[in-house]
């Protein structure tokens, strides 16, 4: 079994920084790709950045330019640095990893969800 844990999130004011980070352990031989999501009140879970195991990323058009998606691959762990942040980047923020575990095949999971929140 494997568990993500985020840590980070809180309240803000616009314009803003937080930086988020998912540490994942339990019973891991590798992890393959690792994201973040959110998800506003009333809004589906949108993707936010991913990040591959050679370190390429990718971006939502919303965060471009003010979200940095990294890992640490030794510590099985992935950040999220945000800044310039916008009263409509409020949602809970979501971690997930695609893990190959000991003795098994691939499988993806979630964290717990961290809240954040831009308000003045």
């Known amino acids: 079994q494997v568990q993500l844990v985020e840590t980070g999130g809180g309240l803000v004011q616009p314009g803003g920084s937080l930086r988020l980070s998912c540490a994942a352990s339990?019973?891991?031989?590798?992890?393959?790709?690792m994201g973040w999501y959110r998800q506003a009140p009333g809004k589906q879970r949108e993707l936010v950045a991913h990040?591959?195991?050679?370190?390429?990323?990718n971006y939502a058009d919303f965060v471009k330019g003010r979200f940095t998606i990294s890992r640490d691959n030794a510590k099985n762990t992935a950040y999220l640095q945000m800044n310039s942040l916008k009263p409509e980047d409020t949602a809970v923020y979501y971690c997930?990893?695609?893990?190959?575990?000991?003795?098994?095949?691939?499988?993806?999971?979630w964290g717990q969800g961290t809240q954040v929140t831009v308000s003045s």
């Open positions: 339990g019973s891991i031989f590798s992890i393959n790709a």
């Open positions: 990040i591959t195991s050679d370190g390429s990323s």
């Open positions: 997930d990893a695609f893990v190959k575990e000991y003795g098994l095949g691939y499988s993806n999971y």
